[in-house]
């Protein structure tokens, strides 16, 4: 059960509607960061070769972290996955989608067996030397993007978690980077460290000596 009821169970004949019955290899991708102030964007691919999916296998975003951990090796094991980092100062220079698109390329690099589609989470693909397919949505009814989004989170968690070992005022173990309460107190009294994101407004006030400002900034109000 998920916080709010059911969670939702993708499945491979969504998937092979979607994809359409010709593909002979396919590829699900997600990704794992757009939105913090800190650290970098994570993507993974995902071929499921014969077929099926360890179970339990879900939006990553429905799942707690031990489930996402323990999937996490089960897909490793079953899967062929390909994963894709882009860091910092790459995501100011590009902006955070391009960042993105350029995460989500490696990742489909990365693979060892080169996919004739690939599915992507989202309204949008980036540029791909195959057949791109968006699925609004689709961590929740496809398993090969749902098993990429747990990859894509849980390497970009552990990312993060190694990161708050160095900087342990922010509590990235714990926020992962996101705008929390918590985080935008530390970045008041520690400052920005050059693992934020300079591109995005409230690092932006903070290096524009407005870091007062950043009190009344809309930040979320839990952990993620």
């Not at 997600?30 to 296998?57: Q, T």
């Not at 509590?171 to 693992?195: C, F, M, S």
């Not at 300079?198 to 809309?218: C, M, Q, T, W």
Request: aromatic share 4%; proline share 7%; glycine share 8%.
């Amino acid at each position: 059960m998920g916080k709010n009821g059911p969670i939702p169970k993708p499945s491979f004949r969504n998937e092979r509607a979607l994809v359409g019955k010709d593909c002979l290899c396919h590829a699900g991708v997600d990704e794992a960061g757009r939105g913090p102030w800190a650290g970098p964007v994570v993507a993974a691919a995902v071929i499921f070769e014969a077929g099926r999916a360890p179970k339990g296998v879900a939006d990553s975003k429905l799942l707690s972290a031990t489930e996402r951990e323990r999937l996490y090796d089960a897909i490793r094991k079953d899967a062929i996955v390909g994963v894709g980092i882009v860091e910092v100062e790459d995501i100011d220079s590009l902006n955070i989608l391009q960042a993105t698109f350029r995460a989500m390329q490696q990742a489909v690099a990365g693979l060892s067996v080169a996919p004739s589609t690939v599915i992507v989470d989202g309204n949008l693909c980036p540029p791909l030397p195959c057949r791109g397919v968006p699925i609004v949505d689709g961590d929740q009814l496809c398993p090969s993007i749902a098993a990429a989004s747990i990859i894509a989170k849980v390497t970009r968690d552990r990312m993060m978690a190694s990161l708050a070992q160095s900087f342990p005022g922010y509590r990235w173990e714990n926020n992962k980077g996101y705008g929390t309460r918590q985080h935008a107190d530390a970045i008041v009294r520690l400052g920005v460290t050059p693992h934020h994101r300079r591109s995005f407004a409230p690092i932006k006030l903070v290096i524009d000596g407005r870091a007062n400002e950043l009190a009344h900034y809309r930040v979320k109000t839990v952990s993620i």
